[in-house]
């Protein structure tokens, strides 16, 4: 009687690729969080010389904003190229573009609210309780469409990549309010895209630093 030895099965492959790469996340998130950014400053800019508000004012914005989402989601879906989080870039890009629209659409509604003569009344708390739900709505915009592509592409547990994108933009946001005291409507055009550059960046950098520390260790083995 012979015994039939039994091997153990084996372990589930794991994913193929590397881990995230700080360095080259954070300049292709930054080059294309800095540029695309300059695209909605374009947009005000036009706006201001057109003489555009209200809803006009706001489409535009709108659309712009899809273009700066669409800059920043290449820039990334390339960053994760050989990686363990690699994504289908078409699909990263089209995503991270709706949402940054979206999330436009939300930020802009006080400015053009204000324009049509309907200003938002901060002494009211259902107005703050209105901003507050919508400010998390609008850090939420990007990470949320991006979710589905990332766990998609395999990352484990990548829910985490929603908090740890609510809490970089939340930082980096504030940077975008950095030239306000600087500027009105008497700067000239290259300075003032010169601040707002400048804005952009810090505010891209600081983005690119907080979610790739958080995805190299998403995708570490």
Known sequence: MSLRSETPAPAVAERGGTPVRLG????????????????????????????????????????????????????????????????????????????????????????????????????????????????????????VAQWPVLRAAGVPRAWRWVPLNMAAWLVGLGFTFLPSPFIDESTPTAQLFAWFAMGGVLMALTVALVTGWGLRRMTRR
């Open 24 to 143: 080259r996340w954070t300049a292709l998130v930054v080059a294309g969080e800095g540029v695309g950014f300059l695209i909605p400053v374009t947009g005000f800019w036009i706006a201001s010389a057109l003489g555009l508000d209200g809803w006009a004012a706001w489409g535009l914005l709108v659309g712009a904003g899809a273009g700066e989402g669409a800059l920043l989601g290449l820039g990334q879906s390339l960053a994760l190229r050989g990686t363990r989080a690699a994504v289908r870039v078409g699909r990263w890009v089209a995503a991270t573009a709706v949402a940054a629209s979206v999330a436009w659409s939300i930020g802009m509604l006080p400015p053009t609210l204000a324009d049509l003569g309907s200003p938002l009344d901060f002494t009211a708390p259902a107005t703050w309780v209105a901003v507050s739900a919508g400010g998390l709505v609008l850090l939420a915009t990007i990470p």
